[in-house]
């Protein structure tokens, strides 16, 4: 897995009075803490097996790939090298006296950051150590170059502050989320309004439903109470008939009788 993190610095002198390079590591500093835990298990990785130092494995790129001393000017460091694994890749500079510094990076990490780490590192490291470099036995800077080269490991592990680019594409990358923020925000809202339309329409059909069937109960009612009306009033039409009737009748028989009897 490549990332843009800045894993360890390292510093190494390169001996080249012999027909081939001697490669001999004098400082080394592991920002990452743990090269294992940031991958270097697999044959194909920078580190090779667990067991390999992950500076003795660096010393085998430079050695098999050094950087020429004859060609960089006096008080510089130069010919600047860019080795790549599958998770890592390494930057490594020299300068004439052979004070090669190295960095080990993700494969995200600019090439170009990681030289200008070696360019500053050097100015300040070389001024230092300088002397002692050349005639230094291996390991016997360590602790000495801790404090520098902690110091600039911490500098360039923040990109966007030593960066212009990483610093742009890292608040082009906010704006992108901000946008993907915005813009699911706003769907969510179109499908939050289109719920609540559909809702509304659901409302007034079944108002429309609801009224209709208002409607047509009043005229069924309306209807009911009519009959209702009628029948009562045929009811009591009938009633007083019954009684009416025979009172009337025996009424009229009463006056006949009279009137036949003066």
Not at 15 to 21: A, L, V
Not at 28 to 44: L, P
Not at 137 to 146: E, F, M, P, Q, R
Not at 185 to 190: G, K, Q
């Amino acid at each position: 897995m490549s990332d843009d993190k800045l894993r360890s610095a390292l510093v190494y002198r390169i001996d080249t009075s012999s027909e081939s390079p001697v490669v001999t590591m004098l400082a080394k500093y592991d920002h990452a803490s743990d090269y294992e835990a940031h991958a270097g298990s697999t044959s194909e990785s920078l580190y090779g097996s667990r067991d390999k130092d992950y500076a003795d494995a660096v010393g085998m790129v430079i050695n098999n790939d050094p950087p020429m001393t004859g060609i960089v000017e006096s008080g510089t460091i130069g010919d600047f090298k860019i080795v790549q694994s599958d998770v890592h890749q390494v930057a490594y500079g020299t300068d004439p006296e052979g004070l090669c510094l190295a960095v080990i990076t993700g494969l995200r990490y600019p090439s170009r950051v990681a030289t200008q780490m070696l360019v500053e590192l050097y100015a300040e490291y070389s001024e230092t150590f300088g002397l002692q470099a050349k005639s230094a036995t291996a390991g016997s800077l360590i602790k000495k170059s801790k404090p520098y080269l902690a110091k600039y490991c911490a500098k360039f592990d923040d990109l966007e502050s030593v960066d212009k680019a990483s610093s742009l594409r890292g608040k082009v990358d906010e704006v992108k989320v901000q946008m993907q923020d915005n813009i699911a925000t706003m769907l969510h809202n179109i499908d939050k309004a289109e719920t609540i339309q559909d809702q509304a329409d659901q409302l007034n059909e079944q108002a429309t439903v609801f009224k209709k069937k208002s409607t047509d109960l009043r005229k069924q009612m309306r209807c009911k109470n009519l009959k209702m009306t009628i029948i009562l009033v045929l009811l009591i039409g009938g009633i007083l008939a019954v009684i009416l009737i025979p009172l009337i009748i025996r009424a009229k028989n009463a006056i006949d009788k009279k009137d036949d009897n003066p």
